[in-house]
């Protein structure tokens, strides 16, 4: 089966493409380094020809309001081209609570680029996953100095991307959900625990203070972006990631 996979050179999309590949598949990355440009529609016409399904991994450059006419304006040449196409099956990956985060720009995004699909000419599928443990680097850096890091106490339930990467592929080659599955890690941390366990694994001796009011994830409430009943787990522990990656 030949799946497109955009954004298929990046942290989810390259390892997609390598298990599709791996399983038979005629998998085909495209992305702004294979001529693809998802803004203008460049490229798109031949990257879809002949695939049954698309696999929509790209993301946004920017976090703000500027991610907003992103999503809106390629998941709409997406969906066009793939009509085109003949394309059968569309599917991205979400964020789980995208809907319950209206503060944050880039949730509001991918909550948009959601509803785009749900009501475009394509059966489709919404893979939504929990923050990736590959990420605890980056949410460190963005309230941190030499000596202290800041985080608030949100709930998160973070995964591995190899386990993120298991259920898109299969989402991709199964039949179209024409809904949402939900995929989390198996633990549950506070964000400033989850801190000090990267801190503690790294070796570094920066103290993490708790402070509600620090990072993107302060106008979170609540544990919307902890998986419900529904969710499937994965097996990977933070802690044997860590040791492994850290």
Do not use: C
């Not at 949100?154 to 199964?174: K, L, R, S």
């Not at 694994?201 to 419900?228: C, E, I, N």
């Not at 499937?232 to 990656?245: A, E, G, V």
């Amino acid at each position: 089966m030949k799946i497109t996979v955009v954004g298929g050179t990046g942290l989810i999309g390259s390892q997609v493409v390598d298990k599709l590949t791996a399983a038979g598949h005629e998998a085909v990355p495209a992305a702004l380094s294979t001529g693809v440009d998802l803004l203008t529609g460049k490229g798109l016409d031949q990257a879809l020809d002949g695939a049954e399904v698309v696999v929509n991994l790209a993301n946004s450059p920017t976090f703000d309001e500027a991610s907003l006419d992103f999503f809106r304006t390629s998941m709409t040449n997406l969906l066009a081209a793939g009509e085109q196409a003949g394309v059968r099956h569309q599917a991205i990956l979400s964020i789980v609570g995208v809907d319950q985060v209206p503060q944050l720009d880039y949730y509001r995004a991918k909550a948009l680029q959601e509803e785009l699909l749900r009501e475009g000419p394509t059966p489709y599928s919404i893979v939504r996953a929990t923050q990736f443990f590959e990420f605890m680097a980056a949410v460190l850096s963005w309230t941190s100095d030499d000596t202290t890091v800041r985080l608030p106490a949100t709930p998160i339930q973070p995964m591995a991307t190899a386990d993120i990467v298991d259920n898109v592929v299969e989402v991709a080659t199964g039949a179209p959900l024409q809904g949402i599955r939900d995929i989390a890690g198996p633990e549950v941390f506070r964000l400033d625990e989850l801190g000090r366990i990267t801190l503690a694994a790294q070796h570094d001796d920066r103290t993490v203070t708790t402070d509600d009011k620090a990072g993107m994830f302060a106008v979170v409430t609540g544990d919307v972006l902890t998986a419900g009943p529904d969710a499937r787990l994965s097996s990977t522990r933070y802690q044997d990631w860590i040791r492994r990656n850290g």
